[in-house]
């Protein structure tokens, strides 16, 4: 059976651990204080009154995810057609249900053309509109009530991922793709750690490993935007620009990886976050992300 977060693995020793705290620690917890402030009001029914809540596909006000981007999004997700009753409904859900792996949930994804040392990378759609507008505004936005759109699509990502590699067993690192200590800065918290969490939380108590969310990587000199760059300087811009925190590195060594991140572009962030796990001496690398863009195919 799937463990609990944690399970079977400790975490970096806690004497180090101690000896980092200060004000950087400080200024994480502010941050974060902040975010989650931020989010409580935004979910407040005052803030509805003043500002109505909009839509984080379509940006029609009344819902956070509204019934046409809910089909929307349905027909972006890689593999067969959704099941439908016999009213024609869709019956389809992305979250992971009873006790079974799931073996759908998207095809491995090949951008072209491919990094070098990219590992195998699962996706669960493809990167269009809606699912496009709501990864942007979780993400930038501070949109992180609409983590209740991307988690069960991630979730069903990460448990394809593991299916299709056949880890059944064991312990699995799940290692979030890092933000940049500017992009940090500016959210105030690491969404992509977050989504990662609560992703590894659905599959709590299914077959498989137990999985453990590890944020290991960090940025170890500044990059550009990745947004704005094409596919050769998106690979220029993040060659060496990862590592593994050093006091991961008795925890990464020797363990799979399920790598993450939020969508499969040119691949360049799976190539350089992989090799900074095999240079720690990770084990085996795979990847899972919630989309890819159409320049990738399965």
Known sequence: MRGRRGSGLAGPP???????????????????????????VRDSDLVDLVLPRECGGCLRPGAVWCARCTRALEGLAFGPPAPRDPGGHSTHTPAVQ?????????????????PEGMPPVHA??????PLRAAVSAW?????????????????????????????????????????????????????????????????????GPALRVAPALRHVRRVEDQSGLGTVERRGNLAGAL?????????????????????????ATFA?????????????VVGASMAATQRTRG
């Open 243 to 267: 590592s593994v925190i050093p006091l991961w590195h008795s925890v990464i060594r020797g363990r799979r990886c399920l790598l993450v991140d939020d969508v499969v572009t040119t691949g």
């Open 98 to 114: 009873g006790h079974a792996r799931v073996h759908g949930g998207g095809p491995w994804v090949v951008p072209h053309p491919v």
């Open 124 to 129: 669960w759609g493809v990167y269009a509109d």
């Open 139 to 207: 993400k930038d936005a501070g949109r992180r009530d609409l983590e209740a759109v991307l988690v069960p699509l991630l979730a069903v990502s990460l448990d394809a991922a593991l299916a299709g590699v056949g880890w059944d067993a064991g312990v699995v690192l799940v290692v979030p793709a890092p933000s940049s200590r500017r992009a940090v800065r500016e959210r105030g918290d690491t969404p992509m750690t977050g989504l990662c969490e609560a992703a590894v939380a659905q599959l709590v108590g299914r077959p």
């Open 14 to 40: 806690q004497r180090e651990r101690r000896a980092g705290r200060g004000v950087g620690d400080l200024g994480r917890a502010i941050g974060a204080a902040l975010a989650v402030g931020a989010a409580t």
């Open 272 to 284: 350089e976050a992989t090799r900074a796990l095999r240079a720690a001496g990770a084990g085996s």
